[in-house]
């Protein structure tokens, strides 16, 4: 199985700021990587597929790169609607999802 | 557009088996797509439990996979998830999901709202 592994846990940003998230996978999973949006009490929602590709109707703020084992989400200035939690999820290997990233507050 | 609805019990005793239905609106099954399943235990993170495709193939998580059963019914336009022999540790948000893929599912896009079931007696 291969496990993903998001930093930090929790990440303090004041609004404006840019919000930088880690994922690393166990081993390669090429670009096989997807980042979605979970608020409280909702559903997660697809941001970014193939490690860069925003999926509809998500924002440009909204960016991700990497490949093989590292991968990064940013969002470039934090808006109040953007604090939530973040995961990111392989397919490369059978579907394993990352423990998660809380974005909060500063 | 397409959306996705679960349903089922909420509480089921341990030892017996979980049962949820998909309902799908806005696209018939039928005509392409993977169709998933994915958990949240309370306050924790997401775990993907399987995925069919609208022919019937089906990929299961190796640590649930002698308790799954994903089916689907194209009549009706949903598709379900039978767990077995649940425990408290399957206490969790139950998700559905439509999976884009290739010669095998990729990403999760749309979900559903979610549906708690806690195992209890």
């Known amino acids: 199985e291969i496990v993903m592994t998001q930093s930090p846990a929790t990440l303090s940003v004041s609004p404006g700021e840019r919000a930088t998230l880690s994922c690393r996978a166990s081993q390669s999973v090429s670009s096989n990587l997807a980042w979605y949006q979970q608020k409280p009490g909702q559903a997660p929602r697809l941001l970014i597929y193939?490690?860069?590709t925003r999926a509809t109707g998500i924002p440009a703020r909204f960016s991700g790169s990497g490949s093989g084992t590292e991968f990064t989400l940013t969002i470039s200035s934090l808006q109040s609607e953007d604090f939530a939690v973040y995961y990111c999820?392989?397919?490369?290997?059978?579907?394993?999802f990352g423990q998660g990233t809380k974005v909060e507050i500063k | 557009q397409v959306q996705l609805q679960e349903s089922g019990p909420g509480l089921v005793k341990p030892s017996e088996t979980l049962s949820l239905t998909c309902a799908v609106s806005?696209?018939?099954?039928?005509?392409?797509?993977?169709w998933g399943w994915i958990r949240q235990p309370p306050g924790k993170g997401l775990e993907w439990i399987g995925s069919?495709?609208?022919?019937?193939?089906?990929y299961y998580n190796p640590s649930l996979k002698s308790r799954v059963t994903i089916s689907v019914d194209t009549s009706k336009n949903q598709f379900s998830l039978k767990l077995s022999s649940v425990t408290a540790a399957d206490t969790a948000v139950y998700y559905c999901?439509?999976?884009?893929?290739?010669?095998?599912?990729?990403?999760?896009?749309?979900w559903g709202q979610g549906t708690l079931v806690t195992v209890s007696s």
């Open positions: 999820q392989q397919y490369n290997n059978w579907w394993t």
């Open positions: 193939g490690a860069s």
């Open positions: 999901a439509r999976q884009e893929g290739g010669y095998s599912p990729w990403w999760f896009d749309p």
């Open positions: 806005g696209y018939s099954i039928s005509s392409g797509y993977y």
């Open positions: 069919i495709y609208h022919s019937g193939s089906t």
